[in-house]
């Protein structure tokens, strides 16, 4: 392979690290964002999910841009898309305007699962294609990784108050460096040939491609890209998908795309250092970067031998290192008192923080923000007051006067939650540890295994639409909990939640030892065969 090949490819895959990014930044920033504007759970939700459904709108849409304009054009679109979002969200002067360019940068998310694998495909040679496709999936999880430690480092560099718009900022960078990398990116040859009736343009591209290949090579494969345009066009659309037939692959790839997201991979990611205070973690930005790790560890392991030991035996595999992690995470939740204390000292935190905005002349807020926060206040300070009398019959809590005030009380929430971390000791470390294999459990099953599996189970006439369904019913998921989740929290134990996944998990599990189809080593022929009734 030429390094311009895997220059070309590396640089329109740096869509996938751009995605991985933008997915996760926002964990390190989530919090501050409810606090400064005193979010309800219902609006935080809302304004966290919103890339979100900005995603679901590129998802749905990218291929319109991407055939009209070409794939060059719409990489470069999306670098601008990623762009503006991230400045725009790190200057966001109110909740409207930090939603709306967390939408856009959705949008390029979405636009970037249609746009960038499709180009690297078009322009890789065949044997090459399947190791230069891969290089989006792995931008994807290191732009993760990549998300957790940016936020650990500029959380040390940065006042708190101010570090959440540095977080979202700093993704500018690599998005102008995606740009500016796309601007000599050849179009694709099948673009120019099919697309725009070109076939000049498209046979000097595949020239450049194809250095050794001979005119009557070349002649051969602009034969079989007509060839292959030609029966892309009998397509059905996703309308046409729904008949009785399709039954099976519609309600599997239903299934696999709604466990995918039911596992709570989402909320693990997007509120990471969130659940890990939760759990005790004196550090939750630095321990969030071991998922990060993990994750591009086992989906490098899932990618191995996915075609070696087959996509239902990985998925068991995987159900069965959710239900033991989530299982041991719904215990101690809801069993380890000193956890709740954490979680209430937390509270008694951020509610003290948002009472002393109330009196801060350089921040503007409405009478009803204010008499929000003041609310918040005091909810948070009655249940720590609570919490604390019932340590003290225990002779662990610390003497607080219901008179205190936010300074005192914040003080106070410290000093409990520090002693509360001390006595969990060996808890905190096994939740995150039960953290991490989540996240091992989800990158070798169904992170690995989703979209093989849904491109493997429809006739061909429809892959191209159920892969549609795959999408839309994945994005739809993780934006729907992703809006529910910190509704939930609020008014719910967190334990609740982790119960919720793991019962998910438990029937996935029994679809996949009862149900679900092994597609490894069969044709796809055969699976059509066996699935179309």
Known sequence: MSSKMFLWALSSALAGFLFGFDTVVISGAEAKIQNLWSLSGAMHGFAISSALWGTVLGALCGSL??????????LIFNGVLFFVSAVGSAVAWDLWSFTFFRFIGGVGIGISTVAAPLFISEISPAKHRGRLTALFQFNIVFGILMAFLSNYIIGLIFDDTVAWRYMLGIEAVPALLYMIMCLPLPESPRYLITNKNDEAAGRAVFKRINEDYSDAQIDEL???????????SQQAKVSDIFTKKLMYPIIFAFLIAAFNQLSGINIILYFAPRLLSLAGIEDPLSASITLGVTNLIFTFIGLKLIDVIGR?????????GYLVSLSVCTYAFLHFN??????TSIDMLNGSAALEQTT???IYMTEEDRQNK????AIAKEKFLAVNDQLKENGLGINIEPTSNAQELASAAVQLKSQASDRLGFTSSMLLICMILFIAAHALGSGTIIWVFVSEIFPAHFRAAGQAVGSFTHWIFAAVLTLVFPIFIANFDVGYMFAFFAFMMLLQLLWALFIMPETKGKTLEDLASNLVK
Do not use: H, W
């Open 65 to 74: 841009p991407t055939n009209k304009y070409g794939r060059k054009k719409t």
């Open 222 to 232: 602009i034969a079989e890209v007509k060839d292959a345009a030609f029966k892309d």
């Open 312 to 320: 239902r035996s990985l998925l068991i595999l995987g159900c069965i």
């Open 338 to 343: 000193d956890l709740k204390v954490v979680s």
């Open 360 to 362: 801060n002349e350089n």
């Open 374 to 377: 003041m609310q918040e206040f």
